[in-house]
């Protein structure tokens, strides 16, 4: 165990060291935050039109509306706020993942491409020791990603005086347990393919595009669950069960994404 924590210190400080990936994560950073100015001023703008349909009252048309008519005006108000949420959710989970690829397809094939495997494997460490220790440092790294969304939610429904949605509470612990089997199969592709073509089947290769009675429904993974925005869009309301369900999930995939890329690992030639 102390050496797989050895080699994901040493995989997280030299992710931090790269330009690349400090770009991508300031890129996303940067995409968030005009996400959130563009969501906020639309927010602004239906609750002004909101506001001047409500102020008048005398008028014929608000004269003739019913209880139930407001009842419905006001939850729909309600829907489009959550709605706001569900977008800067989805920006910021999409930058994310594509962090997340990034990390997680060149964390062995860079070092192999470079060379510097050939010195880490010639000491005692073994190849599962490897690999462990690579996805973990980039566990780390989306951890703190994960924490920066959680604080950038915070800050976006401070900032627009939005209450949070229930399942916004949520979103950043799905949206990091996404990011991970992502990370994992992303891993397992760049074995045999090139990273890029390996991220970018990772990110395709759901099941959401299946119907169920394709057999690819049943095995390749399931990220819909994951996306809270896909949940606001259905009205579904989440609850503790069920994300512990997606979590154990999540977790039985990434152990079965990892056992498989250790496999290729240990049979693919890296000296």
């Not at 989805?90 to 192999?112: C, D, K, P, R």
Request: with cysteine; net charge positive; proline share 3%.
């Amino acid at each position: 165990m102390k050496i797989i924590l050895l080699i994901a210190r040493d995989s997280i400080r030299a992710l931090l060291h790269q330009r690349l990936l400090v770009g991508l994560m300031l890129a996303s950073l940067v995409m968030t935050i005009f996400f959130s100015f563009a969501m906020s001023r639309t927010r602004q703008n239906i609750t002004s039109q909101y506001a001047v349909s409500d102020a008048q009252t005398n008028s014929p048309m608000f004269s003739k509306m019913s209880e139930d008519d407001r009842k419905k005006m006001n939850e729909a108000m309600e829907q489009g706020m959550t709605m706001i949420q569900g977008f800067f959710y989805a920006a910021t989970s999409f930058g994310g993942s594509l962090v997340a690829l990034w990390i997680f397809s060149t964390a062995v094939t860079s070092e192999i491409r470079r060379g510097t495997i050939r010195m880490t494997l010639s000491k005692p460490v073994s190849r599962g020791q490897y690999l462990l220790g690579k996805y973990l440092g980039g566990v780390v790294v989306m951890g703190g990603y994960a924490v920066i969304a959680s604080l950038a939610v915070l800050l976006f429904s401070a900032s627009s005086n939005v209450e949070l949605s229930p399942v916004m509470k949520y979103a950043p612990w799905l949206m990091f347990c996404r990011q991970l089997m992502l990370g994992a199969l992303a891993m397992l592709f760049s074995q045999f393919v090139h990273p890029i073509v390996g991220s970018i089947l990772a990110f395709v290769a759901g099941n959401g595009i299946y119907s169920s009675a394709n057999p690819l429904y049943y095995i390749l993974p399931s990220y819909a669950p994951f996306n809270v925005f896909a949940q606001i869009l259905q009205g579904n309301m989440m609850k503790g069960g069920d994300v512990l369900l997606l979590t154990l999930y999540a977790l039985d995939f990434i152990i079965l994404m990892l056992l498989l890329a250790g496999w290729r690992f240990h049979r693919k030639e890296v000296c």
